[in-house]
């Protein structure tokens, strides 16, 4: 009845750190950071679009298919997501503050638009191609690709299919605004939400902190991926406030949204032909759902505000939101709408995205 020898505390003390060396998810995470980072680099070589994230997921896609076992640590994903929800807040300045306070009737058929295109979207992913309700919320969001593939890794859905998905939306437009950049005579380049001025050390690590205490308090409110949220949320009004100037800083920017494609790439092992072809089939739909839906908008707000045409279309299609705003520059278009547009379009599809998923769960119980 006593305790065995092998069991000893002075035993167990002595295998503790064993344990930890020879732990799997340390290992796991260690590959697949490795990947990760030769992903990134030969996206960057090859000229891959977003190449921070499809490079990192093609390659750990490819390792997992090859029989590796991949995963990133909690604590390190928990850590990515408090950084990448800062950066994004960091996208909310001054400027795009008065921007949505000059043109404000622009901004409230934006987020009707907004609402319109995840209802059309999401009964299309639903009856056509028969998934599940979260799921289908998440692929059909118009944007904001990095919060909802934080909430596809947080709900433990088809991350997938919301990755291909998404992919395809942000890809087929990220594509076709380099290729029409670079007729007009314009380079495009950039990290995201990692140019310009960086926000200084000392008022980033408070972001930081103030972001994991909302994070918490969200988390106690069931708010899905509530660390990124909650961060997100603080640096968003510390950056509209001027409290706090900057984005991240690239070097960091880059290591963080390297790690979120890895994370991506985990999701793939086992996947099926057929599933990947259905997701590119979804991804599609939802684009061209997009594309009209801005369209249909864009044209009576441009009319009412007397604004040319382009350029609120620059601001409400769903791209990604620097190759959007580098559009608008090439279209000759107002960059304080055009930034103003997409800095709103995120903060409605923060509050829209978890509206739609709580309407998916409560139809679903």
């Known amino acids: 009845m006593g305790m065995r020898r092998s069991d000893s505390p002075s035993q167990l003390s002595q295998d503790t750190p064993r344990r930890w060396v020879n732990s799997p998810d340390l290992w796991a995470?260690?590959?697949?950071?490795?990947?990760?980072?030769?992903?990134?680099?030969?996206?960057?070589?090859?000229?891959?679009?977003?190449?921070?994230?499809?490079?990192?997921?093609?390659?750990?896609?490819?390792?997992?298919?090859?029989?590796?076992?991949?995963?990133?640590?909690?604590?390190?994903?928990?850590?990515?997501?408090?950084?990448?929800?800062?950066?994004?807040?960091?996208?909310?300045?001054?400027?795009?503050?008065?921007a949505m306070a000059a043109w404000p009737l622009a901004f409230v058929v934006l987020a009707i638009s907004l609402a319109v295109t995840m209802s059309l979207s999401g009964l299309a992913l639903r009856r056509m191609f028969g998934q599940d309700p979260r799921a289908a919320v998440l692929a059909c969001a118009p944007g904001h690709l990095s919060f909802v593939i934080g909430l596809s890794a947080e709900l433990k859905v088809d991350t997938v299919f919301?990755?291909?998905?998404?992919?395809v939306r942000l890809l087929s437009l990220t594509l076709a605004v380099p290729i029409m950049a670079?007729?007009?005579?314009?380079?495009?380049?950039?990290?995201?939400?990692?140019?310009?001025?960086?926000?200084?050390?000392?008022?980033?690590?408070?972001?930081?902190?103030?972001?994991?205490?909302?994070?918490f308090g969200m988390l106690k409110l069931r708010v899905p991926?509530?660390?990124?949220?909650?961060?997100?949320?603080?640096?968003?009004?510390?950056?509209?406030?001027?409290?706090?100037?900057?984005?991240?800083?690239?070097?960091?920017?880059?290591?963080?949204?390297?790690?979120?494609g890895g994370m991506i790439g985990t999701r793939f092992s086992g996947v099926t032909l057929r599933a990947l072809r259905d997701a590119?089939?979804?991804?599609?739909?939802?684009?061209?759902?997009?594309?009209?839906?801005?369209?249909?908008?864009?044209?009576?707000?441009?009319?009412?505000?007397?604004?040319?045409?382009?350029?609120?279309?620059?601001?409400?299609?769903?791209?990604?939101?620097?190759?959007?705003?580098?559009?608008?520059?090439?279209?000759?278009?107002?960059?304080?709408?055009?930034?103003?547009?997409?800095?709103?379009?995120?903060?409605v599809l923060t509050a829209l995205v978890p509206w739609f998923l709580s309407r998916a769960e409560r139809g679903a119980a």
């Open 29 to 98: 995470t260690l590959m697949t950071l490795g990947l990760s980072a030769l992903g990134a680099w030969l996206g960057w070589m090859l000229g891959f679009p977003a190449y921070l994230i499809t490079g990192p997921a093609i390659a750990v896609t490819l390792g997992g298919l090859a029989g590796l076992r991949l995963d990133i640590h909690k604590g390190l994903r928990d850590v990515v997501f408090v950084v990448i929800g800062v950066g994004i807040g960091s996208t909310v300045t001054e400027d795009t503050v008065a």
């Open 162 to 167: 919301v990755t291909v998905a998404q992919s």
């Open 182 to 215: 670079r007729l007009m005579g314009v380079e495009l380049r950039g990290l995201p939400l990692g140019g310009g001025e960086a926000m200084p050390w000392g008022g980033f690590a408070i972001l930081c902190a103030a972001g994991v205490v909302a994070g």
């Open 225 to 260: 991926a509530a660390l990124l949220v909650g961060s997100m949320a603080v640096s968003s009004v510390a950056h509209g406030g001027g409290i706090v100037h900057g984005g991240l800083n690239p070097a960091l920017a880059l290591v963080c949204f390297a790690v979120l």
């Open 280 to 347: 590119m089939g979804a991804g599609l739909a939802v684009t061209a759902i997009g594309c009209t839906v801005a369209l249909v908008a864009a044209v009576p707000v441009a009319w009412l505000i007397g604004m040319p045409a382009t350029t609120v279309l620059a601001g409400f299609a769903p791209g990604g939101f620097e190759t959007m705003i580098a559009l608008g520059a090439v279209l000759g278009a107002n960059p304080g709408f055009v930034a103003g547009a997409h800095v709103a379009r995120l903060l």
